[in-house]
């Protein structure tokens, strides 16, 4: 089995195989989708206090927080794949 790893910033890493999409964090509907995962519990704050700038959800329903774009995130993602 192998296993895929993107690192979203300051040394936080996480399964390619688990991500489901990566966004934005600027719209109401991606806002409402951070609150409810905080209410839940299953929030992540990878963003060691900065901006956020890339809201990652994963298919187990966890939410990642980065503070680096979400071009950047989606470019490392695809340089894993090949």
Do not use: C, W
């Not at 991606?30 to 992540?44: S, V």
């Not at 959800?57 to 966890?62: A, L, P, Q, T, V």
Request: glycine share 6%; proline share 4%; hydrophobic share 45%.
């Amino acid at each position: 089995m192998d296993i895929r790893l993107i690192n979203i910033g300051f040394g936080n890493i996480v399964s390619a195989g688990r991500v489901v999409a990566i966004v934005s964090p600027e719209s109401a509907p991606i806002k409402r989708i951070i609150t409810d995962a905080r209410d839940r519990g299953q929030l992540i704050d990878a963003t060691y206090g900065r901006r956020t700038r890339a809201v990652i959800i994963m298919d187990s329903n966890h939410v990642v927080l980065s503070a680096i774009q979400p071009e950047t995130v989606a470019n490392r993602f695809i340089i894993s794949e090949q």
